[in-house]
């Protein structure tokens, strides 16, 4: 690819992803009035229609990114996956069965979230340095897609679901065109790169999960901890999701410029150690302290995500980058689940025993808290061989030619 193509494709890979993820966001308003009205009486509809696209996301995102670098074909499987989410959402408005329904959204969120990882992985860099800088750009993208996502499709929503279900096929669409830019990609030859990137993988894995989990079990049982146990209006809850994700954002950016002078180790470390100190607190520091405390943990999270996508992206060789990402995207997804479904059959399980709404909330919180420092421990042995390894690169790591530093194995 010609520098001048190259650098043109650099800058659209954050907007590329911003659309993506924007996409799937806008669905978050709609999807209730839509299925209230085409499947009347179907309580767990709801439940089920993004369950099932999450669930086809851990399946299908890792296996469309490997087949991406095996055949050499970015451009043109992003492009394709695009398309394809954008037929699928639009295929939703038809008038099918519940199972068909929940069927075509299976199969798009493997869509959705391949072409993600897809185009995650064409990310490039001069050097490690750099590449700090531009996984920041990405993953900032990636949280100020969810951030703007919910309001835009209620904005929307005043014209129907139909039009937010258009409108999120629109910017799928208008996704496979910016993929066009992409660089097509070269050939993966390795003999079997799933379980060679999914071993490499396991540091930067873990964390992403267990920070998914934590978001998993903060969504909804926040939203019904502020209304029912603090007695704050929809508009206040708003504000402190708001609060939380604007913070991670701005968090994933700066921690990216910074990568290239400080240990992804050390960041790692301090980013969960935060994280779980904020989520144990959320229920016990009251409604004065609660935005403060959102704030912070939303800076801890950015402490998370981006090292965790840079040591992703550096401890494979560029052809195998889509699988890294693919498999990364993957495990926040299955993290994601696995909080938010513990967390209401944990809040339900309890109150059922007689606990107040805010003792179970605060229960769930802390299991969030926990897992984050559960991981730091099962990990810290090889994060600190890392920060103490004399042959790290200026990001703390030495970048590698094929495959992640045995230390971090």
């Known amino acids: ?15 590329l992803a911003l659309g993506n993820v924007l996409a799937g966001m806008l669905l978050i308003p709609a999807a209730r009035p839509l299925l209230a009205e085409r499947f009347p009486g179907s309580d767990g509809a709801l439940h089920a229609f993004f369950s099932v696209n999450m ?22 499987m992003a492009v394709g996956l695009s398309l394809l989410d954008g037929v699928l959402l639009l295929a939703c408005l038809l008038p099918l069965p519940l199972w068909a329904v929940l069927a075509l959204r299976t199969v798009q969120g493997a869509a959705g979230v391949g072409a993600l990882s897809v185009v995650m992985g064409s990310a490039r860099s001069p050097g490690p340095a750099a590449h700090g800088g531009a996984m920041g750009r990405m993953a900032a993208a990636v949280v100020a897609g969810i951030a703007l996502g919910a309001p835009l499709g209620t904005l929307l929503l005043t014209g129907g679901p139909e039009l937010v279900f258009v409108s999120a096929a629109a910017l ?72 939380f994700l604007l913070c991670f954002a701005l968090s994933s950016w700066t921690v990216g410029l910074a990568s290239g002078r400080l240990s992804p180790a050390l960041l790692l470390s301090f980013g969960a150690t935060s994280f779980g100190l904020g989520f144990a607190s959320l229920g016990f520091v009251g409604e004065h302290g609660l935005w403060p405390l959102l704030a912070s943990m939303g800076l801890a999270s950015g402490c998370i995500y981006t090292p965790s996508l840079c040591l992703a992206s550096q401890a494979v060789p560029q052809t195998q980058r889509s699988t890294a990402m693919g498999l ?36 769930v919180f802390v299991l969030a808290g926990g897992a984050q420092w559960l991981v730091l421990a099962v990990a810290g042995p090889a994060l600190l061989r890392a920060a103490r390894a004399p042959d790290t690169g200026p990001a703390g790591i030495k970048p590698p030619a094929h495959g992640l530093p045995a230390r971090w194995r």
């Open 1 to 15: 690819m010609a520098p001048e193509h190259e650098k043109a494709s650099s800058r659209m890979l954050p907007l």
């Open 55 to 76: 669930f086809g996301a851990v399946l299908g995102a890792p296996l469309v990114s490997w087949l991406a670098d095996r055949r050499g074909s970015r451009r043109a």
């Open 172 to 243: 799928a669409g208008l996704g496979a065109l910016g993929c066009l830019t992409l660089a097509q990609g070269t050939r993966s030859e390795a003999r079997s790169p799933v379980r060679a990137v999914a071993r490499a993988l396991k540091v930067p894995a873990l964390f992403v999960g267990a920070e998914r989990f934590a978001v998993g079990c903060f969504v909804t049982t926040f939203s019904l901890y502020a209304h029912q146990a603090l007695g704050q209006s929809d508009r206040e809850v708003g504000v402190g999701f708001s609060v």
């Open 328 to 363: 990364l995207n993957g495990a926040g997804t299955l993290g994601m689940m696995l909080g938010t479904a513990l967390a209401g059959a944990l809040s339900a399980t309890l109150m059922h025993r007689g606990w107040a709404r805010a003792e179970a909330t605060s229960a």
